[in-house]
């Protein structure tokens, strides 16, 4: 019970980082409270028992994320204009989504029911039938390597080509990039043959 | 009775709220690294609510003791989310990349300024040069 309980203050104290971030204007401070926001987050897998999820969010989320807003932010204003558009409108909308998913939640099977579809279908066979087969006793491993072997070669590629973007984006190869490092170039030469003629 | 619920159902209210208020945050707010940060949020209330559905009460985390009758989570949703979390951060990176480019070919991260920037035909200059080295090549 004192688990539950638990899990209501940490996932209220989100929605609470959240106002603040919406409220926030300095780029930094909004970074700052993203990072604690996946710290909350990675706190909330701990008790409910995801403790791999747990240290890749504590790791990755938290951690590589804010270091990449903060290494961008050396490149960008300090504060946001604070301009909103169609406040009322997306507000509005925001309202009329929410309100229709939570009607469908109390459709959902309760927090914790061990009765719920989803634990009766592959769970319990990935629990009674991965150790015989592959020697691992942590199952989220054995499943992430065994089993969804393919899954996880997917991921590794999807972030080598956000790596491959990441920097062709930033060295600048993009087409238009050098097409116009070719045309300033040209620039730069036509001026100083203008001045050597000039000189001349 | 309602109490409880309102706590057994807490989780899911909780994560839709999060989810509107990511919402609100990239149609409204105007800053790209906003909604950058909004899209994170979510993003991580959709990892939350997965992970809400593979709870099991009185269950420990899946790394298996070899004593008998004790209940574990489900694993399942633990490795959808472990892998969504990574490609969550490629993502994030590139969308930062993204925008430190167009601060520093634009001088502004703000999308109205940069739409008004557009219908100046400031955009219009780039296009042109393109198109002119183009035909030259």
């Not at chain 2, 057994?8 to 989810?19: A, K, R």
């Not at chain 2, 993003?43 to 009185?58: E, M, T």
């Amino acid at each position: 019970m004192i688990e539950l309980w638990v899990n209501v203050f940490l996932v209220s104290l989100l929605v609470i980082i959240t106002f603040y971030i919406m409220r926030l204007r300095r780029l930094i401070g909004i970074v700052a409270l993203s990072g604690a926001y996946s710290l909350t987050a990675a706190a909330i897998f701990v008790n409910m028992d995801a403790v791999d999820v747990a240290f890749t969010e504590a790791a990755v989320g938290s951690g590589i994320s804010t270091i990449l807003f903060l290494a961008a932010l050396r490149y960008l204003p300090v504060e946001e204009a604070h301009e909103t558009r169609y406040p009322v409108w997306s507000l509005f909308l925001c309202g009329i989504v929410g309100l229709m998913l939570i009607i469908a939640a109390f459709a959902l099977p309760e927090f914790g029911d061990p009765n719920a579809p989803a634990h009766l279908h592959v769970a319990p066979r990935y629990i009674e039938e991965s150790y015989p087969l592959f020697h691992i006793p942590n199952v989220v491993t054995n499943v992430l390597a065994s089993y969804r072997g393919f899954d996880t070669l997917g991921e590794t590629v999807v972030v080598f080509t956000a790596g491959l973007g990441v920097i062709i984006l930033l060295t600048g190869s993009t087409l238009s990039m050098r097409f116009k490092q070719t045309a300033t170039s040209s620039d730069n030469q036509t001026a100083k043959s203008d001045e050597e003629t000039r000189d001349a | 009775m309602s109490v409880n619920l309102i706590v057994l159902y807490w989780n899911y209210i909780i994560v839709i709220m999060l989810m509107m208020a990511g919402l609100y945050i990239i149609i409204s707010n105007q800053n790209f690294i906003k909604k950058l940060v909004g899209l994170s949020i979510f993003q991580s209330s959709v990892f939350i609510f997965y992970i809400s559905l593979g709870k099991v009460s009185g269950g420990t985390a899946p790394i298996l003791t070899g004593i008998e009758d004790t209940v574990y989570s489900n694993p399942l949703p633990h490795v959808l989310i472990l892998t969504a979390i990574v490609v969550g951060v490629a993502t994030n990176a590139l969308g930062l990349a993204l925008v430190v480019r167009i601060q520093e070919a634009f001088k502004s991260i703000e999308e109205h300024k940069l739409l008004a920037l557009k219908k100046e035909d400031g955009l219009k200059d780039i296009q042109i040069e393109v198109s002119k080295e183009d035909s030259a090549v």
